[in-house]
Structure formats: C-alpha cells, structure tokens
C-alpha cells in the first residue's frame, strides 16, 4: 500500500468517525467542531487528514467553515419514521395478487441507461472482484475436475465447513449434515415453503415485506396473515401472540429477522428469545431470512432466531448482498426432522447445486477477510444512508418521514398522503429514473404514499441531482 493511498484511508476514515458523530446526535445542529489543530492532536493525524476529512464533511453538507470562527454543523437529522406503518391487523388470512409493477421495475433497473434506485444492488465496485478472480482461479488449479460431476445435496463439504464456522460465531450450533447448499437464500425460502405447507395453507409474514417472498407466497398458491412491522423495532410481539391465538391453522412464519426489506429495522436478541418461544410453543415453524445480517453499522452482529432455537427454526441465507450476486450462493440450515424433504425438493427443482461456485466462496470466508469486507462496506452503506436522509430532507417535501435503520441498504420513506407512488413511479421512469413503489411490498393497499429507495450505488453528484428530481415530482403530485 502507498503513502498516499495510505493518506487517503486515513481521511476517509476520520470524516466517516465524524459523520457517524453527527447522525447519532453527538454534535447537534449549530454545536462547533473541534478545530483542525484539535482533531490533529485528539486523533494523531497530519494536518492534511484533518483538512481532507472536514473538507469531505463540507461537500456531505454536515458541517460548515466559518470564517475566524471554526467549523460547525449544519446537518439536522430528517424527520425519522418511528410508528409502525400498518395499523389494520386483520383476522382472516387472504391470498395474494402481487401487480406486475414489480416485473415492470425489475426489467426497468436491470436496463444500463436508467438510475436504478429500486432494485436492491450493490455498486459493484464495493464488491471484492478482485479477491473473488483470485480465489477462482485457486479453486481451479486445486480441483481440475470441479465440474465433472453432479454436486447433490446437501453441496459441497468445503463450503459448508465454511459456513459452519462463520455460524458458530453467532451461536448457531449446526451439524455439518444439516447445512444445505442452495442457489441463493430465495432458494432456501422456496424450499421452506415447499416443506412445511401446502397449496391453501396459511403462513404468517411481517407487513412491509420483500415483494420476491411475497412472489414466491403467490406461486405457491399460499395464504397470509399481516403482523406489522415497527421501523425501528421490528415485530410487535403482543400483537403477534393475538394474531396466534385467534388463528389456529398457521403452518408457518416468515421473517427477515435483522434489517428487514423495505424498512430495516432488526428485532433485538431479547425480542428474538420471545418470539422464538412463542412459536415453538404453538407449534409453528419459523422460516428466517438472515441475508442482510453481515451489513450492520454496528459493532456488534446481530444474532439471529436460529442462535436461539435449532429445532423449530430453518435458517437462510447467502452471500449475494455482500460478495456477489451473481454467483447465486447460499445456504440453510435444516432441523434433522425436514431435511430429507428439503433435499428431495432441491433435487426435483435443480439436481444440486454449482460447485465451483461454493468453493470459491468457501476460500472466502474461511478467511478473515470476510469479516473485514463487510466491516468496510457495512461503513460505506452507513454513508450512503446519512447522504440519502439528508437529501431527502433538503429535496423532498416537508411533511416526508424516512426510516433510521441500523444496517442494510434501504430507506423505507413516507410521502405526504396524496401522493400515489405508482404515478410517481411512472413519472420517473420517463426521466430514466427507477424507484420501488410501496404497493409491490403488501398484499394489502396501504402502502400507496410510500417508497422504498435502494442506497447501495456509489455516492455521486448525479445520485444527488436524481434525488431531486424525485422529490420535485413529489411535490408536484402534491400541489
């Protein structure tokens, strides 16, 4: 590593330590940083770090020079989405009529000349490219024949050794024959699915929610029941246990457990323990989506259901939102008593499972530099959300609400009532520009005035002049 790119890390680093101040309310609006000499001293950096974090600060509209005076802050945190989004809890479970709004936008962020702010993707230059081209071509000399032959559940053993070892860290306690290979984590939820109901059945699913699971719902000719999602909270545990009590054919639940799509709220260990225990005694299996678990902004990774219950728990996941997408690499983890018919269904569905693929990602989180990517990224995300919220206060118009979340790559924002985010949907496409409308992520019609923006791209001058263009046809659609 060279001096300057040296430099050049260290200044990022340094302005990501004071953005992080600022978001959480350290320094408020108005209160003075301390000075260039000050932060040289306090942090044991040269003066051309300081100078370069404050200037990065300036250009994020955080902070502001004053002349003979000193730096101060200027970023005020926007108002923060904090009531659960869904009120009406219903009592009889229905089936879902996903739009097709949702293949429209799909196909709409996958074209190169639209700003996709819709489909959930990470800039690909925040992905290890580099490590993953070196961990493939390892893979190839060391197995020539890596492809030879058919790779049947439950996968490949190098790769699920891996994975074992990553989910020890969480206190997930998996024997290496139940960890199940899969193309992806919607695989894995498919397969679930597949396990524990029936066309007919009924299963439980936190309102908003990914429109693929609620997709995957509709094709399996499955219905359900709406339990709301606090934003910051996640799961309201008293409203459950009435939903529960009230509907005695439940097959199953579906959860994203930590920073959930669209809203990114997590549920605390504590909650986690509750609710875990409210389902096995009622006898329901619980289906947990962990796939953006690794992408927190906090120190500490969050734990999962399945860190608290093995045997009334099927644990999914992949490395798509964090290595690459496209090598379509995940995994679950079985309780002994489904796993014979989560393989026979993966047989009938794909034979096995790619490999190669597996044993590439294997040699990466072997390593420590997993954790180390994810750490670095998670702080880019972290970025990225401050930058968006602050737009969205600057741009958009005054009576918007926006989530806070604490990992991911999603901001679930509120519009003033009258907006419909189908029309505004369909304005911004004519200007290139791709946002995700608040009807693709409920079987109900109470998400009309909201969006959900995707925060994962890199953070240019353009992402900011599309921000408002979003919000000046808000705020047309409300005059």
Same mark, same amino acid.
């Given at each position: 590593?060279?001096?300057?790119?040296?430099?050049?890390?260290?200044?990022?680093?340094?302005?990501?330590? /004071?953005?992080?101040?600022?978001?959480?309310?350290?320094?408020?609006?108005?209160? *003075?940083?301390?000075?260039?000499?000050?932060?040289?001293?306090?942090?044991?950096?040269?003066?051309?770090?300081?100078?370069?974090?404050?200037?990065?600060?300036?250009?994020?509209?955080?902070?502001?020079?004053?002349?003979?005076?000193?730096?101060?802050?200027?970023?005020?945190?926007?108002?923060?989405?904090? *009531?659960?989004?869904?009120?009406?809890? #219903?009592?009889?479970?229905?089936? &879902?009529?996903?739009?097709?709004?949702?293949?429209?936008?799909?196909?709409?962020?996958?074209?190169?000349?639209?700003?996709? /702010?819709?489909?959930?993707?990470?800039?690909?230059?925040?992905?290890?490219?580099?490590?993953?081209?070196?961990?493939?071509?390892?893979?190839?000399?060391?197995?020539?024949?890596?492809?030879?032959?058919?790779?049947?559940?439950?996968?490949?053993?190098?790769?699920?050794?891996?994975?074992?070892?990553?989910?020890?860290?969480? *206190?997930?306690?998996?024997?290496?024959?139940?960890?199940?290979?899969?193309?992806?984590?919607?695989?894995? =939820?498919?397969?679930?699915?597949?396990?524990?109901?029936?066309?007919?059945?009924?299963? %439980?699913?936190?309102?908003?929610?990914?429109?693929?699971?609620?997709?995957?719902?509709?094709?399996?000719?499955? *219905?359900?029941?709406?339990?709301?999602?606090?934003?910051?909270?996640?799961?309201?545990?008293?409203?459950?246990?009435?939903?529960?009590?009230?509907?005695?054919?439940?097959?199953?639940?579906? /959860?994203?457990?930590?920073?959930?799509?669209?809203?990114?709220?997590?549920?605390?260990?504590?909650?986690?323990?509750? !609710?875990?225990?409210?389902?096995?005694?009622?006898?329901?299996?619980?289906?947990?989506?962990? &796939?953006?678990?690794?992408?927190?902004?906090?120190? @500490?990774?969050?734990?999962?259901?399945?860190?608290?219950?093995?045997?009334?728990? &099927?644990?999914?996941?992949?490395?798509?939102?964090? %290595?690459?997408?496209?090598?379509?690499?995940?995994?679950?983890?079985?309780?002994? @008593?489904?796993?014979?018919?989560?393989?026979?269904?993966?047989?009938?569905?794909? !034979?096995?499972?790619?490999?190669?693929?597996?044993?590439?990602?294997?040699?990466?989180?072997?390593?420590?530099?997993?954790?180390?990517?994810?750490?670095?990224?998670?702080? =880019?995300?972290?970025?990225?959300?401050?930058?968006?919220?602050?737009?969205?206060?600057?741009?958009?118009?005054?009576?918007?609400?926006?989530?806070?979340?604490?990992?991911?790559?999603? %901001?679930?924002?509120?519009?003033?009532?009258?907006?419909?985010?189908?029309?505004?949907?369909?304005?911004?496409?004519?200007?290139? !520009?791709? =946002?995700?409308?608040?009807?693709?992520?409920?079987?109900?019609?109470?998400?009309?005035?909201?969006?959900?923006?995707? #925060?994962?791209?890199?953070?240019?001058?353009?992402?900011?002049?599309?921000?408002?263009? =979003?919000?000046?046809?808000?705020?047309?659609?409300?005059?």
């Amino acid at each position: 590593m060279t001096d300057k790119t040296k430099q050049n890390l260290a200044y990022m680093k340094l302005a990501s330590k /004071f953005r992080d101040l600022i978001h959480r309310g350290d320094f408020l609006p108005g209160d *003075k940083l301390p000075s260039i000499r000050e932060v040289m001293k306090d942090e044991t950096v040269s003066l051309a770090t300081a100078t370069h974090a404050y200037s990065l600060l300036e250009d994020d509209a955080l902070i502001e020079a004053r002349a003979q005076s000193g730096f101060y802050v200027t970023y005020e945190i926007p108002q923060t989405l904090d *009531k659960s989004c869904h009120y009406t809890v #219903t009592k009889n479970a229905k089936k &879902i009529e996903i739009p097709d709004l949702v293949y429209r936008m799909i196909s709409a962020a996958s074209d190169k000349k639209m700003h996709n /702010f819709g489909a959930a993707t990470i800039d690909p230059e925040f992905l290890p490219n580099t490590m993953l081209n070196k961990a493939l071509k390892q893979v190839i000399k060391e197995n020539p024949t890596h492809s030879a032959l058919y790779n049947f559940a439950p996968g490949n053993s190098f790769y699920r050794k891996a994975v074992q070892k990553k989910l020890s860290s969480l *206190k997930i306690k998996a024997p290496l024959e139940n960890i199940i290979a899969t193309s992806g984590a919607m695989e894995a =939820i498919v397969l679930s699915l597949k396990v524990l109901t029936k066309p007919g059945d009924t299963i %439980l699913i936190e309102t908003p929610s990914y429109y693929g699971t609620l997709l995957a719902i509709q094709n399996l000719d499955l *219905k359900i029941l709406e339990v709301p999602t606090h934003p910051i909270h996640g799961i309201d545990l008293e409203i459950l246990e009435k939903i529960i009590s009230t509907n005695t054919n439940i097959k199953a639940a579906l /959860f994203i457990s930590n920073f959930n799509n669209p809203m990114g709220s997590y549920i605390c260990d504590k909650n986690k323990i509750n !609710i875990a225990k409210t389902f096995r005694e009622n006898n329901i299996a619980i289906i947990e989506d962990d &796939i953006y678990g690794d992408l927190t902004f906090n120190d @500490k990774r969050p734990l999962t259901f399945k860190s608290f219950d093995d045997d009334n728990v &099927i644990y999914c996941s992949s490395v798509s939102k964090t %290595l690459s997408p496209g090598l379509r690499v995940g995994f679950m983890v079985v309780p002994t @008593k489904f796993k014979e018919e989560v393989e026979r269904h993966q047989f009938i569905s794909n !034979i096995g499972t790619n490999a190669l693929n597996q044993m590439v990602v294997g040699h990466l989180l072997q390593k420590k530099f997993y954790d180390n990517h994810c750490k670095k990224l998670s702080q =880019i995300l972290k970025d990225n959300i401050i930058r968006f919220q602050k737009c969205i206060q600057l741009y958009f118009p005054e009576q918007t609400q926006v989530t806070n979340p604490e990992g991911g790559f999603f %901001l679930w924002v509120k519009l003033p009532v009258e907006v419909d985010s189908t029309d505004l949907y369909n304005e911004l496409i004519k200007k290139n !520009i791709v =946002i995700s409308p608040g009807i693709m992520f409920s079987a109900s019609d109470d998400y009309r005035n909201y969006i959900r923006l995707c #925060t994962g791209m890199k953070w240019t001058d353009a992402v900011e002049k599309d921000l408002r263009i =979003i919000g000046e046809h808000i705020k047309a659609l409300t005059a």
